[in-house]
């Protein structure tokens, strides 16, 4: 059965920081691409981030490029997200999310609000 932990988010004032973490357990976690997705009210849910199995590869949307970093530990089965100078428009839910050309998984989320 695969689940997901995910830890981390939380309420931050603007420039604050925030570290996402997503424990993966019931799925072979070093054989995914793994991605933390957000979701705005009222918008899409978009893909912040990737890494690649051995984490060697990273990728990030323009409007996070030098403020968040992904980064994974496949001894642990667990990916990261570490948010720095988070903006308004950084709030939403983020959602981790595993990936292979056998399926795909998702995290139930976690709340990032980012307020002053």
């Known amino acids: 059965q695969v689940q997901f932990v995910e830890s981390g988010g939380g309420l931050v004032q603007p420039g604050g920081s925030l570290r996402l973490s997503c424990a993966a357990s019931?799925?072979?976690?070093?054989?995914?691409?793994m991605n933390w997705y957000r979701q705005a009210p009222g918008k899409d849910r978009e893909r912040v981030a990737r890494i690649s199995t051995s984490g060697a590869i990273t990728n990030y949307a323009d409007s996070v490029k030098g403020r968040f970093t992904i980064s994974r530990d496949n001894a642990k089965n667990t990916v990261y997200l570490q948010m720095n100078s988070l903006k308004l428009e950084d709030t939403g839910v983020y959602y981790c999310n595993a990936a292979s050309w056998v399926g795909v998984y998702w995290g139930q989320g976690t709340q990032v609000t980012v307020s002053s």
């Open positions: 019931g799925f072979t976690f070093s054989n995914y691409y």
